[in-house]
């Protein structure tokens, strides 16, 4: 199938072509035909299959006639970098309509982006909370709002945006074309899903919580002291070129960014307590490759396109099993190889449990020659170059095995 069977307009297709996009994806596929019918929709797919594209071009196609005074479609995203890239994209998707757009986020003065919602606009790409200022200071107003869409539902869920999203709610009219889409559909997604959508049609083209077959991953156990170094020698031994790092925390982005910065390595980091200017600087200077490594935060685990990402390595595991998916998505984007690795302690045995019980998958355990972990229960036994020991999902069973 092609785009063009999709029935959408000349002008959408060319931008798509000249894009080096030439056929539709799954979720594309099967969700595009749907919005044109102006059908509710709960969408569910893995990161980096074109979720974008999915909403964003029948809603350019729905509102490239027929102006009206205030936005006519609203989409809400958890992030601030997630809210640009929509909005790049949508404006490179529209290059040949007519579409007015505009994005509004935390961070930066919000003086101008009032200006630009005064003189009017057909879509907004907003996060929650940076609107509901907006909303509370009248510089915008949803009473021709025609379509909403909730872009990584289940992020801002945990991220503590339903209050502010529920408000937003109150604030739009009661009809109109509401799209949910998330790479997983927990209850409270599910739930909110079901408040918020009318008659909706569901569209799943993986199962909830998947991680795409084009990523190679391995956890490597070693001990928590021996992590940095570990990575060093990742980093120095293996083809990591293009390498994006996650922490637990901001403080653990901004030390391990330091140590790597002192080894040699162009490093920069990214978490939500950078300005955001900066958090723009250093997040185009790693889609740029000037900078080619980044440590980050979760924050930059949902929704976020770069391109080329050779490795995600899970410095720390997260806490939330489906936060792997959404890192480890972040690499093998748009079918691509990609490689994942996670360096697990001791202490981290549990969400290792949680990770492949939620996928389905076995993660292969391999131990790196000279860190050998030392505080799994049991002394371990020296193991040879290039031994990978498998382990069931069991912890209890794996820590037996040792």
Same mark, same amino acid.
């Given at each position: 199938?092609?785009?063009?069977?999709?029935?959408?307009? +000349?002008?959408?297709?060319?931008?798509?072509?000249?894009?080096?996009?030439?056929?539709?994806?799954?979720?594309?596929?099967? *969700?595009? #035909?749907?919005?044109?019918?102006?059908?509710?929709?709960?969408?569910?797919?893995?990161?980096?299959?074109?979720?974008?594209?999915?909403?964003?071009? #029948?809603?350019?196609? $729905?509102?490239?006639?027929?102006?009206?005074?205030?936005?006519?479609?609203?989409?809400?995203?958890?992030?601030? &970098?997630?809210?640009?890239?929509?909005?790049?994209?949508?404006?490179?998707?529209?290059?040949?309509?007519?579409?007015?757009?505009?994005?509004?986020?935390?961070?930066?003065?919000?003086?101008?982006?009032?200006?630009?919602?005064? *003189?009017?606009?057909?879509?907004?790409?907003?996060?929650?909370?940076?609107?509901?200022?907006?909303?509370?200071?009248?510089?915008?107003?949803?009473?021709?709002?025609?379509?909403?869409?909730?872009? =990584?539902?289940?992020?801002?869920?945990?991220?503590?945006?339903?209050?502010?999203?529920?408000?937003?709610?109150?604030?739009?009219?009661?009809? $109109?074309? %509401?799209?949910?889409?998330?790479?997983?559909? #927990?209850?409270?997604?599910?739930?909110?899903?079901?408040?918020?959508?009318? =008659?909706?049609?569901?569209?799943?083209?993986?199962?909830?919580?998947? %991680?795409?077959?084009?990523?190679?991953?391995?956890?490597?156990?070693?001990? @928590?002291?021996?992590?940095?170094?570990?990575?060093?020698?990742?980093? %120095?031994?293996?083809?990591? &070129?293009?390498?994006?790092?996650?922490?637990?925390?901001?403080?653990?982005?901004?030390?391990?960014?330091?140590?790597?910065?002192?080894?040699?390595?162009?490093?920069? *980091?990214?978490?939500?307590?950078? #300005?955001?200017?900066?958090? %723009?600087?250093?997040? &185009? !200077?790693?889609?740029?490759?000037?900078?080619?490594?980044?440590?980050?935060?979760?924050?930059?685990?949902?929704?976020?396109?770069?391109?080329?990402?050779?490795?995600?390595?899970?410095?720390?595991?997260?806490?939330?099993?489906?936060?792997?998916?959404? @890192?480890?998505?972040?690499?093998?984007?748009?079918?691509?190889?990609?490689?994942?690795?996670?360096?697990?302690?001791?202490?981290?045995?549990?969400?290792?449990?949680?990770? =492949?019980?939620?996928?389905?998958?076995?993660?292969?355990? =391999?131990?790196? +020659? !000279?860190? &050998?972990?030392? /505080?799994?229960?049991? $002394?371990? +036994?020296?193991?040879? $170059? /290039?031994?990978? /020991?498998?382990?069931?999902?069991?912890?209890?069973?794996?820590?037996?095995?040792?």
């Amino acid at each position: 199938m092609s785009f063009a069977d999709l029935g959408l307009a +000349p002008a959408l297709l060319r931008a798509v072509a000249e894009a080096g996009y030439l056929t539709p994806t799954p979720i594309q596929t099967q *969700a595009i #035909p749907f919005l044109l019918q102006g059908r509710d929709l709960l969408g569910c797919a893995q990161t980096g299959t074109g979720k974008t594209a999915a909403f964003g071009l #029948p809603l350019l196609q $729905r509102l490239q006639h027929h102006r009206q005074v205030g936005p006519r479609a609203l989409v809400l995203a958890p992030t601030r &970098e997630l809210a640009a890239q929509i909005h790049t994209s949508l404006r490179a998707y529209g290059r040949y309509t007519s579409v007015r757009l505009g994005v509004v986020f935390g961070g930066v003065k919000i003086g101008p982006q009032a200006l630009r919602l005064q *003189a009017g606009m057909d879509i907004l790409v907003a996060t929650p909370g940076r609107l509901l200022d907006h909303l509370e200071r009248g510089n915008v107003r949803f009473a021709a709002l025609e379509c909403l869409i909730l872009d =990584e539902a289940d992020r801002m869920l945990d991220m503590g945006f339903i209050p502010a999203v529920r408000r937003i709610l109150r604030a739009v009219p009661a009809q $109109r074309q %509401t799209l949910c889409f998330s790479a997983t559909l #927990p209850y409270d997604v599910q739930s909110l899903a079901a408040e918020i959508l009318q =008659e909706p049609v569901r569209v799943e083209v993986t199962r909830p919580a998947t %991680t795409p077959l084009t990523i190679r991953q391995v956890i490597h156990p070693v001990d @928590r002291e021996q992590k940095a170094n570990l990575l060093m020698h990742l980093l %120095t031994s293996g083809s990591m &070129e293009h390498v994006l790092i996650f922490t637990r925390t901001k403080d653990g982005a901004d030390r391990l960014a330091e140590h790597l910065t002192r080894q040699g390595h162009v490093t920069g *980091a990214l978490h939500g307590d950078k #300005p955001q200017g900066v958090r %723009t600087r250093v997040l &185009e !200077g790693f889609r740029s490759r000037k900078v080619n490594i980044l440590v980050a935060t979760d924050l930059a685990a949902r929704g976020l396109d770069v391109a080329g990402v050779s490795h995600v390595v899970n410095f720390d595991l997260p806490s939330v099993a489906e936060d792997y998916v959404h @890192r480890v998505g972040r690499t093998g984007r748009a079918e691509t190889p990609g490689n994942a690795v996670s360096l697990m302690d001791a202490g981290e045995w549990e969400m290792v449990c949680g990770i =492949e019980c939620l996928t389905g998958v076995e993660i292969p355990r =391999e131990v790196v +020659p !000279g860190f &050998e972990p030392s /505080r799994l229960g049991m $002394r371990v +036994p020296t193991v040879p $170059r /290039r031994s990978v /020991r498998r382990w069931g999902p069991s912890p209890r069973a794996w820590r037996h095995r040792w």
